[in-house]
């Protein structure tokens, strides 16, 4: 069973910083690509970064909304994916959700709320 739990997320002021955790079991982790994306209030859900697994060299890749800003990294050993929030802005608030594309298969996590005031 596939299970990803988010962490991480809180209410912080404009300019400032947050990391989100997302941990995976039922998986083989280091072969699995995982991603961020988020959903903010009357919107559609929307691609925030990501990072291959193995085979894909870790390589990386951001929303220009979010580049230079964001940084996605992993742990293989502890199987956790996290996502690093520096320079906040108001419009980068809502729901952060957690992904892993396993044999074609795509898993959600719940989701954790970042809410960044002005």
């Known amino acids: 069973q596939v299970q990803l739990v988010e962490s991480g997320g809180g209410l912080v002021q404009s300019g400032g910083s947050l990391r989100l955790s997302c941990a995976a079991s039922g998986i083989i982790f280091s072969t699995t690509d995982m991603s961020w994306y988020r959903q903010a209030p009357g919107k559609e859900r929307e691609f925030v970064a990501s990072i291959r697994g193995i085979a894909g060299g870790h390589t990386t890749d951001y929303s220009p909304s979010v580049m230079g800003r964001f940084t996605i990294s992993r742990d293989n050993s502890h199987s956790t994916v996290d996502l690093q929030m520096n320079t906040l802005k108001p419009e980068d608030t809502a729901v952060y959700y957690c992904?892993?594309?396993?044999?074609?298969?795509?898993?959600w996590g719940e989701g954790t709320q970042v809410t960044v005031s002005s």
């Open positions: 992904q892993a594309v396993y044999f074609f298969q795509t898993f």
